[in-house]
């Protein structure tokens, strides 16, 4: 044979092992594709339950198993697109990774919803609301395009993201916190222990990127593993056990004043505002009745 054509044979077939190689690391298998319709299932699942409890549950208290449920649902249809190989970019050259925009999609729209249980059991403000609801949407925007770029700069996406979760963490820690003491010491325990959860978890998620999109340490089949565990943990975990204790958590109700749970001025610390009488008395205390000529009266209260 000749020299020249066993030399080009022999770099074919260097090529070929090159790209399977390649190909085996930067591309799904069908250990992934298991995994991914194996993780649709349990989210299902999950969904349907979900969806149950929360027609059982009395409308005052529905709104936590809504959110609950709403994450869960969100979470399958997006585990199912990418399942079915939808909602996803293969790049053609050698060294580029899959790419789940579906799962960016469900990480924009579950995420804040995640925070936002946290926020509701503690009661928190306004406020603090638009903190976690924002950055969290920021954080995941800097995750898809630190995915999408295949130069150096994804690092810098990477610490965008790092950036933008600790006002996350801190609203979370401290402002959301302090409004969880003030409610029932049912609720304050319950918060202390699911902000834990949540916030290790939702930090393992930047560490798992930077292993698998971000240096390619990690094989796409293992970064749907660890992600698909990441999802089910903070979203049906999560969510069993907030509804397993949804019976003894209080209703959402936040007061711009905050004062300390043993004041006079009323129970649970809210301030009783004054009411006016009929005829436009002013009254003081918790019930007034006033009477007046020509709508100007005096209430008396008792």
Do not use: C
Not at 35 to 41: D, E, N, P, S, V
Not at 79 to 108: C, H, K, P, Q
């Amino acid at each position: 044979m000749d020299p020249s054509n066993m030399y080009m044979a022999g770099a074919f077939g260097g090529a070929v092992g090159l790209l399977k190689e390649h190909d085996h690391k930067n591309h799904i298998t069908d250990v992934g594709t298991y995994i991914l319709w194996a993780t649709f299932a349990v989210m299902a699942i999950a969904a349907i339950a979900f969806a149950v409890l929360m027609f059982q549950s009395p409308a005052e208290k529905r709104g936590l198993p809504m959110i609950v449920f709403s994450a869960a649902v969100i979470s399958a249809l997006a585990y199912f697109a990418m399942a079915a190989s939808e909602g996803l970019i293969v790049n053609d050259e050698l060294s580029y990774r899959t790419t789940y925009l579906a799962r960016y999609i469900d990480w924009a729209l579950t995420f804040p919803l995640l925070l936002s249980i946290l926020g509701y059991i503690a009661g928190a403000s306004l406020s603090s609301f638009m903190v976690l609801l924002f950055f969290s949407e920021i954080t995941v925007l800097t995750a898809l395009f630190g995915s999408l770029d295949r130069t150096d700069f994804r690092w810098a996406w990477f610490a965008f993201w790092l950036l933008f979760w600790i006002p996350v963490i801190k609203e979370l820690v401290y402002d959301v916190r302090i409004a969880a003491q003030r409610r029932s010491e049912h609720n304050a325990r319950l918060y202390d222990t699911l902000v834990v959860w949540v916030l290790f978890l939702m930090t393992l998620y930047p560490v798992f990127w930077a292993l698998t999109q971000g240096s390619n340490v990690i094989s796409v089949d293992g970064e749907i593993t660890a992600y698909a565990l990441l999802d089910v943990s903070l979203k049906v975990v999560l969510g069993v056990t907030v509804l397993s204790s949804l019976s003894t958590i209080e209703p959402y109700h936040y007061s711009p004043i905050y004062l300390p749970r043993d004041s006079e001025d009323g129970p649970g610390g809210e301030a009783v505002p004054p009411q006016a009488g009929r005829g436009g008395g002013i009254g003081a205390g918790a019930r007034s009745f006033g009477s007046g000529i020509d709508g100007s009266g005096v209430g008396v209260g008792n």
